[in-house]
């Protein structure tokens, strides 16, 4: 891990354990990472110009500083503390910059999701298995937090909730668009239904050829989204060999434009939606 040096002193307005501070520097709100830098610090005290920290994590946008001062009058420290490690921890691993969100989102949601689970309530997540197969390396990152939650607060995190927090995980990589991700994820959920419908039947969420298939209609999804056309010399011999998959496949392009509110989706990509669709159906046969 490369060190930071501070340019200017700051101000502690928070110490959340011995390794973590939240601080100000000339207004902006800052979050220090540094084995025993919070040490018997509180309210005011000064971490001087020239101190060496492992990490820092910058807060600039105006209301994620107020919202993240809101939550810091209502949440456990110790929740915030284990939050902020793991994001530490995360980012690290991936060697990314975190979107800024993350340290408002994801304590906000396991604030209240804690206090579901500590009144026995069910947390449901119908995007379960989707979520793990498209995000398996954020799944992972989800379930050491959840371990940690576990261990430092005695709180068991069901596989749901694990599903949850590697949305808000992949998001904060996908600069913060959590709702563009739950809108992803519950399309591809969508279009499988789709399929099993038509093709009348029930799709084993555990299977490889349904990891596989997955995977295929997710990455349709990003370029029909990031609009990077893909060129298909095939499409009329997939339409005249494939004539149950290609009218599936044109029926889930409604499902998409509709979901993404888009107009057109090129027979190019449908050939390829029914090219997976039919490998998918024959695979099912064996």
């Known amino acids: 891990m490369y060190k930071v040096i501070l340019n200017k002193d700051a101000s502690v307005i928070k110490s959340f354990n011995n390794n973590i501070?939240?601080?100000?520097?000339?207004?902006?709100?800052?979050?220090?990472?540094?084995?025993?830098?919070?040490?018997?610090?509180?309210?005011?005290?000064?971490?001087?110009?020239?101190?060496?920290?492992e990490k820092v994590f910058i807060?600039?946008?105006?209301?994620?500083?107020?919202?993240?001062?809101?939550?810091?009058?209502?949440?456990?420290?110790?929740?915030?503390?284990?939050?902020?490690?793991?994001i530490?921890?995360?980012?690290?691993?991936l060697g990314e910059e975190l979107n800024?969100?993350?340290?408002?989102?994801?304590?906000?949601?396991?604030?209240?999701?804690?206090?579901?689970?500590?009144?026995?309530e069910e947390i449901d997540n119908p995007f379960l298995v989707e979520i793990e197969t498209l995000y398996a390396r954020e799944f992972s990152m989800a379930s050491r937090l959840a371990y940690r939650i576990k261990e430092e607060l005695g709180v068991e995190v069901p596989e749901g909730e694990k599903g949850f927090i590697t949305?808000?995980?992949h998001s904060a990589r996908n600069n913060g668009k959590l709702s563009?991700?739950?809108?992803?994820?519950?399309?591809?959920?969508?279009?499988?239904e789709h399929v099993e419908d038509r093709l009348n039947i029930e799709i084993d969420r555990r299977s490889l050829d349904y990891a596989r298939f997955l995977t295929?209609?997710?990455?349709?999804?990003?370029?029909?989204i990031t609009n990077s056309p893909i060129k298909n010399d095939l499409v009329d011999i997939i339409r005249m060999k494939y004539k149950v998959s290609y009218k599936?496949?044109?029926?889930?392009?409604?499902?998409?434009?509709?979901?993404?509110?888009?107009k057109e989706i090129s027979e190019d990509e449908v050939a390829y939606l029914a090219m997976h669709i039919e490998r998918f159906r024959v695979s099912l046969e064996k």
């Open 21 to 53: 501070l939240l601080v100000k520097e000339e207004g902006q709100e800052k979050i220090l990472f540094q084995k025993g830098i919070g040490f018997g610090k509180k309210l005011g005290d000064i971490v001087k110009k020239g101190t060496v920290v």
């Open 59 to 86: 807060i600039e946008d105006k209301e994620n500083q107020r919202n993240f001062n809101e939550i810091l009058n209502r949440v456990d420290t110790k929740l915030i503390a284990i939050v902020e490690e793991v």
């Open 88 to 93: 530490a921890e995360i980012s690290d691993e």
């Open 100 to 120: 800024e969100n993350i340290h408002i989102g994801l304590v906000d949601h396991l604030f209240y999701a804690i206090k579901r689970l500590e009144n026995n």
């Open 167 to 169: 949305l808000h995980i």
């Open 180 to 192: 563009n991700t739950i809108k992803y994820s519950f399309l591809s959920n969508s279009i499988i």
């Open 216 to 224: 295929h209609i997710r990455f349709a999804i990003e370029r029909i």
């Open 248 to 262: 599936i496949a044109e029926e889930t392009r409604k499902i998409i434009c509709k979901t993404l509110d888009i």
